[in-house]
Structure formats: structure tokens, C-alpha cells
């Protein structure tokens, strides 16, 4: 547990949270795609945030007390989401099914519009973090300035 | 009040313990670790010059590492500054002792 633990803690929410932004942003973006590599309409996309493993703790406190503090998150995987396809009637649509029906993506736009907002939310958040943690450091440095 | 319930430097190893080695060897030590400080201080510098450079060039996927690095840097060096300011202050502090 080094000075810049903090930091080091808030900076990977701050990955994390920007590649979840990524996510929403590819899943805003193929909100009508019908067509992907795998056939099919695209699924949507969501991340799975993992607790990382605490690292090597402070020495003194360590033979006390077994409890140490976490290091942070990570992104373990990205999966899709398995719920059904939406379906629309457009018999003029060339991947329109036999009755006229088109499959569409599982993506509804006012949840992820939701979701972008968490994310920019949690992004500042750690960056609030990280600034508290700048002002304790800061502080600690006045200690016994003259003034 | 209270604050320690015990000694924190009862379980230091002999060869830390500042009252059984001589001035000398006290002083070889202060100047390793300050040595230490500094070159530790210097590393985050260059993290952080390296990291711009990546962001001017392009080459970087988190625009907050580079941010971070600059502000982990800032910080030691601030650091830095404060403990030589008051190395240099104790310095003075016996220059200026009359006999």
C-alpha cells in the first residue's frame, strides 16, 4: 500500500468506467443493426465489473489484523445480453423473415441512455476521488509550513 | 492520551535501529535513502513525460493515465521540495550557532 494507493484505486474505476462507456456507445451505434458476422441481429453488450485482489497490505497492521484494503476494479468480460430480439413488421426490409417481420436488436435506447449517465456519473466520481486524495497530500505538505 | 499502545520500533531489525551505529554509518544511510527518494521521484517523472508524449503522439487509450501521472509526479516533487526545505532550514539552523 503505497502513497499513491488512492490514486491507483480511483484510476481503475476510471478505466473501467470509460470502457463501459465504450460499450453503451457501440451498443447506441448498432441500435438498428440487423446484420453481424455471427448472422443474426446484434445483441446488446454489457460489462462485468470484478473486485481486484488486494495486494500486499501495510506491514505493522498486517500481524494484527488480517483485513486489507481492496485495489480497486476491473472489467472481467464483456458478455451479451441473451434477452430476445425485438420484432418489427417491415416487409420491405431485405432481412425481413417470411411473414415480414423484422429481428432487431435487443438494445433499448432510453436504458442505455440511463446507463451513459451512470457512467459519466461514477467516471466523476473517481476523478472527485482522486482530487480529495491530491488535497489530503497538499495538506500534509503544510504541515509545519510558515506562514 | 494515549496514541501508540506500543513501541512501533521494538520490532525493527538491529541494523535499522538509528542508536547502535555510529554518526558515520548514520549519515551513509540518510544519504542512500534521500538517494532512494529522489531516484523514486525521478521514475514518476519520467512515467509522466513518457505518457504525455504518448498522448501528443496519439498513442494512448486513457486520456486519465496521463493526467494521473503528471498529478503522481507534481505531488512527489512537492514532496521533494518540502523535505529539502527543511533539511536545508536544520543546515542553517547550525550554521548559525554562536560559541
Not at chain 2, 499502545?5 to 521494538?10: L, S
Not at chain 2, 523514486?40 to 501521472?69: C, F, Y
Request: aromatic content about 6%; hydrophobic content about 40%; glycine content about 6%.
Amino acid at each position: 500500500m503505497g502513497m499513491f494507493h488512492t490514486i491507483d484505486v480511483s484510476a481503475s474505476g476510471l478505466t473501467a468506467e470509460r470502457l463501459r462507456m465504450d460499450v453503451i456507445s457501440n451498443n447506441i451505434a448498432n441500435v438498428n443493426t440487423t446484420r453481424t458476422e455471427d448472422g443474426g441481429p446484434f445483441r446488446r453488450q454489457l460489462c462485468i465489473f470484478q473486485a481486484r485482489k488486494p495486494m500486499a497490505s501495510f506491514p505493522l497492521m498486517e500481524r494484527r489484523k488480517p483485513q486489507v484494503v481492496g485495489n480497486g476494479v476491473r472489467v472481467t468480460t464483456i458478455m451479451s445480453d441473451q434477452a430476445p430480439f425485438k420484432l418489427i413488421y417491415d416487409p420491405n426490409h431485405p432481412d425481413a423473415d417470411k411473414d415480414g417481420y423484422v429481428r432487431m436488436p435487443n438494445i433499448n435506447i432510453v436504458h442505455e441512455m440511463v446507463d451513459m449517465i451512470t457512467a459519466t456519473r461514477a467516471y466523476e466520481g473517481n476523478v472527485s476521488c482522486i482530487n480529495a486524495s491530491k488535497d489530503l497530500f497538499n495538506s500534509a505538505l503544510g504541515i509545519g509550513a510558515r506562514r | 492520551m494515549r496514541v501508540l499502545d506500543r513501541n512501533p520500533f521494538a520490532d525493527f531489525p538491529a541494523k535499522l535501529r538509528p542508536s547502535q551505529t555510529n554518526a558515520k554509518e548514520q549519515w551513509f544511510q540518510f544519504a542512500e535513502k534521500i538517494q532512494g527518494a529522489v531516484d523514486e521521484v525521478d521514475g514518476l517523472d519520467k512515467e509522466s513525460q513518457k505518457l504525455t508524449q504518448d498522448a501528443v503522439l496519439g498513442r494512448i487509450e486513457n486520456l486519465h493515465d496521463v493526467m494521473i501521472a503528471a498529478e503522481k509526479a507534481r505531488t512527489a516533487m512537492n514532496l521533494t521540495l518540502e523535505v529539502r526545505g527543511k533539511v536545508i532550514e536544520a543546515y542553517k539552523e547550525v550554521m548559525r550557532m554562536q560559541f
